[in-house]
């Protein structure tokens, strides 16, 4: 058990709970289900995994120990090499170093129990903490066996996306690209450690937590027409900043207003093709050649102590 990867973490820190069982044990069984099955060569491996049609592919019970039902994922063919090279690899280190492949993981949660339907990964997948990120599962809320996990896609929470349009073109922007680079660094704070550049109290962090995107309109950081672009209105009228512990909002106290480490990013990108002129049109995206940036921003030290001290008290 000392040697388990950290990939297992935050699942196993649940998963145990609704098991009645040792924690040992249940991480354990999906430390052998990705790792040991690196005894069959990459051609095995492949037999277990089956292109339905188009995108959509299966992936055959069997291909880890234990599943209770079939995985399914959906890659285009720029994306189903990467995938495959990605359990190459696994399948030729015996295990030693790096993720389990998020199609080992895909499998490994239709090995959980309570699970409904099948395990399914998004063209996102990629190897995560426990679930592949992009892993998509249901479990029976009746089944008393059933796994209960506020973590096991990852450890942070509410990290945003969003795709901004613009009105700019690509022959707008291919000519200033190094200097639009250059700017976005400059003014947004990136990485690990990085702090922000809005002024917080903690009175003004709490009422963004509980406000919302009310609280960036109302200090001007947004329009009011963002609203209708957000879930919830970008408020949910059940916040409670009380049930935040006072070490969360601590760490998130110095990093209002940055973008993250690791898979954040703000990318700024030209739309090559339309296959839903009516959707595209919706959200203001009507060309070929259009530039628009997409946004995915973290929840930085808050997003991961809230994680933290979930985990705690379901371990309780």
Known sequence: SLSLSLSLSVLDYLSHISLKSSPFLFVSHLYLSGHMSGARSFAEEKQFIERVHGCEYRIKKGFVPNMRTEGKFYLNDSLIDMMWAELEHHSTCSGVGGFIPSVKQIANVASLPGIVGQSVGMPDMHSGYGFSIGNVAAFDMNDPTAIVSPGGVGYDINCGVKLLRTNLTEADVRPLQEELAQALFNHIPVGVGSRGVIPTTPDSLNDA????????????????????????????????????????????????????????????????????????????????????????????????????????????
């Open 209 to 316: 937590l509980e406000m919302g995107l009310d609280w960036s309109l109302r200090e001007g950081y947004c329009w009011t027409e963002d609203k209708e672009h957000c879930e919830e209105y970008g408020r949910m009228l059940s916040a409670d900043p009380s049930k935040v512990s006072a070490r969360a909002k601590k760490r998130g106290l110095p990093q209002l207003g940055t973008l993250g480490a690791g898979n954040h990013y703000c990318e700024v990108q030209v739309v090559d093709a339309i296959y839903d002129k009516f959707a595209a049109k919706t959200m203001g995206i009507d060309q070929v050649g259009q530039i628009c940036v997409f946004i995915h921003s973290g929840s930085r030290g808050l997003g991961h102590q809230v994680a933290t001290d979930a985990l705690i008290k379901m371990e309780k």
